[in-house]
């Protein structure tokens, strides 16, 4: 049995992985585990692998087996040039998320709109007189300033629809603490690349017909309340109005579109919109019958199903969850920068802003990790995380931007030839000058010009010394 496969066995789990620092939970899903409670799912043991396993540091792994055959194809000189692209790669395809985005926003802009002028079709109008309507015309008016002063840049007034008044309201639920969002999904493959669990951790895990996956969010996409307000508002119709939500099927969705009916009944002929903006903020969740644990279990779209109010932009695992989590991330660092954090080098308060958050969750203000990066760059030694007992490596474009291109490429090309020096079992191909890997008998071959040679004197294969 070679290293390979016993390093293979090794990392095999029994049944999943956990992930901690994505907060990813993976379990192979099981039919009589689903009828329990969610909160006994969840609570059930399961066998764990720590991410630190599928992470090996190059310099240390070389140091320690001089003579490994597992070579990280990383340390390949062709391969540093990707490195060195990362940013660009990054940047075009972030311009490209956003087209998409756009793209995506007008299709649901006009798919809202459509609803809304069929159920103002079917809807039936009283007729009332010039006065009550310009007393609802003021009425209308008064109470989208007031909703414009109160939720700011949450609420977006539309453009009129045929003389009517129309607005979007962005509702963002108070969360509960510990929240953790969870689905069914029949395959890693493909759906759980794309929401960040990776390749190897797929293949451990892809055994299993089907999985059961949980992860923590303390913050959540919002709700989207639009509505069209008819002549008769207020005083004789409620608003026509749909509701969207991305972590919501259209069943879900349609019993809180029947509370809303509910709300006006209970206060008709008044203004109801910030009344339904705040129970849908406040106690939509409960009403729900939500605790701490959200279902995602529900990715058809069900168009023919449910009030035609109700708008769930649902599309599937491998787009919703990584949507998800990406707006969770982008409101937890948003609230970081807006408050003020402690340095744990220079023990100075700063403003978010002004700090340096790595992957491992660590954060250090600007100017300690700019001059911590460049003793260690002038060293010639991995950058790893300054917390203590971490040891996590500063992934390469943060190093890029803390040391400038120039340091930076100085320092990567002296790390990079350190680590070929202290791999003992790494040959220059004498053709092409390609890094090669030599077995035990000093058999080498180039894996660009597949010349076959001996490691010792760089001579055509030979059998023998």
Partial sequence: MNKNSKRSQHRKPKQGIRIEENKWIVKPYDEENQNLPPQQQLNNDFSTMPISEFIQPSLESAQKHPKSNGFDPNHHRHVMEETRSEVSFKKEKQQEEEVRESDKSKDEVDDIRSRLEGIKLVAQEPKLSEEQLSVNDKLQEEEILAMEAIYGENIIVLDREDGLRSFQINI????????????????????????????????????????????????????VLTCLLPKAYPSHSAPFFTISALWLDVMRISSLCQMLDTIWTEQSGQEIVYPWVDWLQNSSLSYLEFDNIIPLDSFEKADNAGDRRAISESVSPNVDIPSILNYNDDKCNEKFCQNLHQCCICLSEYAGTKFVRLPCKHFFCRNCMETYSTMHAKESVAILCPQVKCGELVPPGLVRSLLGDENFEHWESKLFHMTLDSMSDLVDCPRCEMACLEDDDHLAQCPKCFFAFCGLCRDRFHVGV
């Fill in 172 to 223: 963002h639920i108070e969360v509960p603490d510990k929240l953790v969002m969870s689905t069914k999904i029949s395959s890693l493959c493909g759906e759980a690349e794309s929401a960040g669990v990776g390749s190897e951790a797929m293949a451990i895990a892809d055994n299993s017909n089907g999985f059961f996956y949980s992860f923590k969010v303390q913050y959540l996409p919002p709700i």
